[in-house]
């Protein structure tokens, strides 16, 4: 190509671009600039054919946004040079030629060489190109070959498969941007609520034959027609807000970033009022775009898979008159419940807390509420069954945070509490929030019950020893959500807050007593923090006035417990060892001032320390003998075993503390109930795979595991089995795998093979093949993004354990911890794992496809 008509090309392109984006400016219709943009692409592309051609019979297409026909101002423009043949030399002189004009003309260019047979094989492998390859469209070459792709696609799709794969691509992305819309800076594409999260309902859609466009979409019983007018009106604001941020940008610019939200605020015609900015006006604008973007995926994510995974032999199990079980979630027996008795819509979140065996809400009862959210109403709020029913979502023992982020995300809990409605989407510009007001009380939440989880003892030891010792440690949820209910009203938001939360507490029945600690928490959330970092804790004044002010060392251990929960929810960034350090100076400090007993005294921790040490002393050992191998036990330890195995480990391994032999123990669980297996040798990479190949070779049911590494890097691992069916001598099994797993261990033998597919079929539970459970997996950095919390859900199998276990092997991943449990056919296993792996997106999510891979069918 010629200079001088690359530069033709070049202001033509500039030109019809600029005419584009000024009729956008004058009728503000998103859909028409992304189409005439598009257009405008085409036939430069197009022209440019004409000077430098492709290979004979090669297809250039339009793949990913740009194939779907949507080209937003400064996107790349991804394209698929489709050969159809391998490349020679002249194809390759041509493709070069090709490729230099694009950019030579300040395309923006993704682009791919593939033929048909490279297509298929990166699809197979690679998730993001099977979408991209859903989107092609034909620019210009050879029409048949493109027909060609597009079939083969088809045909070699797998919807289960697809649906699988995205939302687990969907969970990594989530996970990414903090599994929140609410941030104060987020990417209007690809943070929960985005434009992304829209995609994935339309892929899918179209993966399952339902439609190719939202029109077609509409037109079926997947959406209510009150629903596809939201998500329109969503999706039209987010496809404008993406435009005006690439143009006020000059680049492709996707996040809205705190110096372009004034100019944004600007541009929609928001003015600043008495206590808010422009540029808070617009943000709100967003959440509630976000937020119905975000409910209604939620929604129709469950939809699909009900809908794709659905078994004809599987009835609804009533329940009560109201509700009955399906696939394992809460579904309500009438389309009209809510309507008839909106009490039920308290009710519903309960019965899944009280139902282990729930997995949550059906997609119906989702809708449903979505719908029926505007009859809470003053008479709903002051019915004494409502208030009863909200306390007891607070009190139970499990499914808190996961209750009221869906009570949020189905707008039950703002129009409950109308002060909680007040700060859903309040940003907080105060430079260490990193989320809006209603997000981080949530936030604090799930971090006071993380201190109850002995999985997490390891990252909060004093909270978790405080919370076992703490009566009704439910007001500390009270305290929680109203802590910074006040913020934005103007004023001191903890006294507002303070006086909030004292009128809740007496209109839900909250005692004397404990009301006085609640609204202390409140009014005084900050306080610790304040002293722990701005005072000189050397001095004893300082200490003394905090004791006073705190005054009981029931309230010193709430206020230590909020304020860590408070500080850790704040953002991920903000919390670090010092000021946990400082944190606990000050309560320790504190509780001597006050004249209190030691902390751990008569908490559960201490008992068990107590009890176990009793027990060692009825085998004839003294105090002084267990103080080296108890020297190497954490507090995460004494919280995950009882005073009795704590006494049966130390009983083999007080004089053996550094030994280089593995030591294997195992023991008879009450009446030929199963066998427990203690481990104990220097940690090593491959070890638990090791041994869980070593119980999947003897057909041993691994019913539960945990992982614990000493602090000189022993581990000290411990497990329940099963013996095979019809086998009951367990105290030979006992003896045989204290002498086989040991040696095994010892002489670090290869790992024996996983079973074929169809075996381990066949020995899964009748239940577990006529009723599936859809795998799902949960991956999550920790607090400090050094671990990750990995959450496997699933049916139950013989060797399940070990398929893992070689998974987390051929990814080098590091397992610090597990907790496996499993509920009749129901694994629910919990993994603390570290690797490199889990650093880079793409190979994340090629573990995560594995894991899938793995809990589907074994392999």
């Known amino acids: 190509m010629t200079p001088a ?177 609410y941030s104060l800076e987020p990417n209007c594409k690809e943070a929960p609520g985005g434009l992304r999260d829209l995609m994935v309902i339309l892929w899918i859609a179209q993966a399952s034959g339902i439609g190719q466009t939202w029109q077609e979409i509409g037109q079926t019983d997947l959406l209510t ?29 996707d996040r809205l970033l705190f110096d372009l939200q004034p100019a944004l605020a600007k541009v929609y015609g ?57 696939h394992n979630r809460l579904d309500i027996r009438r389309p009209d419940a809510f309507e008839r008795n909106p009490t039920l819509l308290l009710k519903a979140f309960l019965a899944v807390q009280e139902r282990p065996e729930l997995t949550g809400l059906s997609a119906q009862v989702m809708r449903a509420m979505w719908h029926a959210r505007r009859l809470i109403d003053t008479q709903f709020r002051r019915n004494p069954v409502n208030r009863y029913l909200f ?19 189905l707008n039950i809990l703002p129009r409950y509490l109308p002060e909680f409605r007040k700060i859903v989407g309040q940003m907080q510009h105060d430079l260490f929030h990193a989320y809006t007001v209603d997000q981080h009380t949530l936030r604090v939440i799930r971090n006071l019950r993380r201190f109850t989880m002995p999985e997490h003892a390891q990252e909060y030891p004093l909270a978790s020893q405080l919370i076992a010792d703490m009566d009704r440690h439910w ?22 807050g303070a006086k909030d939360v004292k009128r809740f507490c007496r209109q839900h029945g909250v005692s004397a007593d404990d009301t006085d600690l609640v609204v202390f928490l409140v009014r005084e959330h900050l306080t610790m923090s304040t002293f722990a970092q701005k005072r000189d804790l050397s001095d004893p004044r300082t200490v003394h006035e905090f004791a006073r002010r705190v005054d009981s060392e029931r309230r010193l251990a709430a206020l230590y417990l909020l304020t860590v929960a408070d500080i850790r929810g704040t953002s991920p960034k903000v919390w670090n060892s010092w000021k946990g350090k400082l944190l606990e100076d000050l309560y320790h400090l504190t509780h001597d001032a006050l004249g209190g007993t030691p902390p751990d005294t008569g908490t559960v921790l201490a008992q068990r320390k107590e009890a176990a040490a009793a027990e060692i002393r009825l085998l004839g050992l003294r105090d002084e003998a267990r103080e080296t191998f108890w020297r190497q036990l954490d507090v995460a330890y004494f919280l995950r075993h009882d005073a009795a195995e704590i006494a049966w480990h130390t009983r083999h391994l007080y004089h053996r503390v550094d030994t ?24 090593r990479p491959d070890l638990f795979v090791a041994i869980c190949g070593y119980f999947d070779q003897h057909t041993l049911s691994i019913q539960d595991a945990r992982i614990h590494t000493t602090r000189h890097g022993w581990a000290l691992d411990s497990f329940i089995v099963l013996l095979p069916q019809h086998d009951t001598d367990y105290r030979s099994w006992a003896s045989l795998i204290e002498h086989e797993l040991a040696d095994a261990l010892k002489q670090n033998q290869p790992l024996p093979p996983e079973r074929p597919v169809d075996v381990l ?9 006529v009723f599936p459970i859809v795998p799902n997996i949960a991956l999550e950095p920790d ?19 070990y398929s893992l276990a070689r998974v987390f092997a051929r990814h080098a991943i590091d397992l610090k911890m597990a907790k496996v449990l499993t509920l009749g056919d129901r694994v629910e296993d919990v993994f603390i794992i570290e690797g490199d792996v889990l650093e880079h997106p793409r190979a994340q999510l090629q573990f995560e496809r594995n894991l899938l891979g793995q809990l589907s069918d074994g392999g």
């Open 660 to 683: 280089d032999e593995p030591v294997v123990k195992a023991r008879v669980i009450g009446q030929n109930q199963g066998l427990q297996i203690m481990v104990y040798i220097k940690d």
């Open 391 to 409: 306390m007891q979502i607070l009190q139970q023992p499990r499914g808190i945070v996961h209750a009221l982020r869906r009570m949020t995300l």
């Open 270 to 326: 928001f003015e600043a009022t008495k206590t808010r900015r422009a540029s808070e006006l617009l943000m709100q604008r967003y959440y509630w775009a976000a937020r119905v973007i975000n409910q209604l995926n939620t929604i129709l994510m469950q939809t699909f898979e009900e809908r794709l995974f659905a078994s004809p032999a599987v009835k609804a199990i009533p329940v009560d008159d109201d509700f009955s079980v399906i």
């Open 783 to 801: 607090e400090n993004s050094k671990s990750w919390r990995l959450a496997i859900t699933a049916s139950d199998r013989p060797g399940l354990l």
């Open 5 to 181: 008509r690359l530069s033709d090309l070049r202001e033509h392109y500039t030109q019809r671009r600029r005419e584009v984006i000024d009729s956008y400016r004058k009728h503000l219709r998103p859909e028409k600039l992304l189409g005439g943009l598009r257009r405008v692409t085409d036939q430069t592309l197009r022209d440019i054919l004409k000077i430098n051609p492709l290979p004979p019979g090669a297809c250039l297409a339009a793949v990913g946004g740009y194939g779907r026909g949507e080209l937003y101002p400064y996107s790349d423009i991804d394209l698929l040079i489709l050969l159809a043949h391998e490349p020679d030399s002249a194809d390759q002189i041509r493709l070069e030629a090709l490729v230099t004009a694009l950019w030579d003309l300040g395309f923006d260019v993704g682009h791919s060489v593939r033929t048909l047979a490279d297509c298929q094989r990166e699809a197979a492998n690679d998730i993001t190109v099977e979408t991209a390859l859903m989107e092609v469209r034909w620019l210009a070459g050879s029409k048949p070959l493109l027909a060609s792709l597009q079939a083969t696609m088809a045909e070699q799709r797998d919807p289960q498969a697809f649906f699988q794969a995205k939302r687990a691509e969907m969970q990594q992305r989530h996970s990414r941007h903090q599994d929140t819309p």
């Open 475 to 496: 007001l500390l949820y009270i305290a929680a959500l109203y802590h910074d209910i006040a913020k934005g009203r103007g004023g001191d938001h903890s006294e507002l």
């Open 225 to 253: 027609p009150a629903e596809y007018r939201a998500l329109r009106r969503a999706e039209l604001a987010f496809k404008r807000l993406r435009i005006e941020l690439h143009l006020l940008a000059g680049r492709r610019e």
């Open 761 to 769: 079929r066949k020995r899964m539970s009748r239940r577990s093949r």
